[in-house]
């Protein structure tokens, strides 16, 4: 079972940036794939991006193409979600989750281990 942390998340106004962070412990971490995903209050949790196990493939959702980007360092068993152009729109809890063994897909169901999640709050 891979334990996650998120740092890094905070209070930021329209158009900065804001560089997410997860910290995984074990020793495994290099095998899994990686997801963040977002939970805005009144909405439903949305998939935000996708790593691959060697951080050579990403995957974004269309709302933040082009404006975050996800990065890995297996040395350090972290994962990266850079924020920027941030709107109020993005405003939300963030959190990164471990793709199970054998699943595809970005359904939230497909991940088997959670982070607690960090704060995003963008002002207008």
């Known amino acids: 079972q891979v334990q996650l942390v998120e740092s890094g998340g905070g209070l930021v106004q329209a158009g900065g940036s804001l560089r997410l962070s997860c910290a995984a412990s074990g020793r495994t971490f290099s095998s899994y794939d990686m997801a963040w995903f977002r939970h805005a209050p009144g909405k439903e949790r949305e998939f935000v991006a996708l790593?691959?196990?060697?951080?050579?493939?990403?995957y974004y959702a269309a709302s933040v193409k082009g404006r975050f980007t996800t990065s890995r360092d297996n040395a350090k068993n972290t994962v990266y979600l850079q924020m920027n152009s941030l709107k109020p729109e993005d405003t939300a809890i963030y959190s990164c989750?471990?793709?199970?063994?054998?699943?595809?897909?970005?359904?939230?169901?497909?991940?088997?281990?959670w982070g607690q999640g960090t704060q995003v709050t963008v002002s207008s």
């Open positions: 790593i691959n196990k060697s951080g050579g493939t990403t």
């Open positions: 989750a471990v793709r199970s063994m054998n699943r595809v897909g970005i359904h939230p169901a497909n991940f088997g281990s």
